[in-house]
């Protein structure tokens, strides 16, 4: 079976996507989140769960190889002991203790979930687009950067955001007492 064309395909490709998109991703997870689902959804910038969510690295029940970046991913949220146990025992994960190990940002109830993960997207749509961008650039390169590198491309980042129209209306709305109004330039 060639269960690797449909990766190379599709799920790469998503994976890319969703870890380089200049604007913040969500995964919202109100269910099962098992095998590529799962590492897809942590393939997002925030993790969102209901209460009853499950994430599960189900490959070994299958006999096939954690897939979608999940052999990238988990081991760099949780550490590679930790991700491989997970991969080897298929071992299903609640949401609250998703969000313990750090996999989920935050667990809502079930029956306000819809509610929750709307009023938190709105909270970052109004947030500053050009500095989320700048964030996710810099947690990016970090994965591979010394500190020396990571400390000169902060220093980059931080002089171009300070450039902004978004900086310069964050210190007038805080000055102002008053919410900014960012427009992400």
């Given at each position: 079976?060639?269960?690797?064309?449909?990766?190379?395909?599709?799920?790469?490709?998503?994976?890319?996507?969703?870890?380089?998109?200049p604007k913040p991703t969500i995964a919202a997870l109100n269910g099962p989140a098992v095998g590529a689902s799962m590492n897809i959804a942590l393939a997002c910038d925030v993790v969102l769960a209901a209460r009853?969510?499950?994430?599960?690295?189900?490959?070994?029940?299958?006999?096939?190889?954690?897939?979608?970046?999940?052999?990238?991913?988990?081991?760099?949220?949780?550490?590679?002991?930790?991700?491989?146990?997970?991969?080897?025992?298929?071992?299903?994960?609640?949401?609250?203790?998703?969000?313990?190990?750090?996999?989920?940002?935050?667990?809502?109830?079930?029956?306000?979930?819809?509610?929750?993960?709307?009023?938190?997207?709105?909270?970052?749509?109004?947030?500053?687009?050009?500095?989320?961008?700048?964030?996710?650039?810099?947690?990016?390169?970090?994965?591979?950067?010394?500190?020396?590198?990571?400390?000169?491309?902060?220093?980059?980042?931080?002089?171009?955001?300070?450039?902004?129209?978004?900086?310069?209306?964050?210190?007038?709305?805080?000055?102002?007492?008053?919410?900014?109004?960012?427009?992400?330039?």
């Amino acid at each position: 079976m060639a269960v690797g064309t449909a990766l190379e395909r599709d799920y790469n490709p998503l994976v890319l996507r969703l870890t380089t998109f200049p604007k913040p991703t969500i995964a919202a997870l109100n269910g099962p989140a098992v095998g590529a689902s799962m590492n897809i959804a942590l393939a997002c910038d925030v993790v969102l769960a209901a209460r009853s969510a499950m994430l599960q690295e189900a490959f070994a029940k299958i006999g096939l190889v954690p897939d979608a970046g999940g052999t990238w991913i988990l081991p760099r949220l949780i550490g590679p002991k930790r991700a491989l146990a997970l991969m080897m025992t298929a071992d299903p994960i609640g949401a609250e203790e998703a969000e313990r190990m750090g996999l989920i940002y935050k667990v809502f109830d079930d029956t306000s979930f819809r509610a929750d993960v709307t009023a938190f997207a709105q909270r970052l749509a109004t947030g500053p687009a050009l500095s989320y961008r700048l964030m996710k650039d810099a947690l990016l390169a970090s994965l591979t950067n010394d500190l020396a590198s990571q400390l000169a491309l902060e220093a980059k980042l931080q002089r171009q955001a300070g450039f902004s129209e978004d900086f310069a209306e964050g210190v007038a709305a805080f000055r102002e007492k008053r919410p900014p109004l960012f427009k992400g330039r």
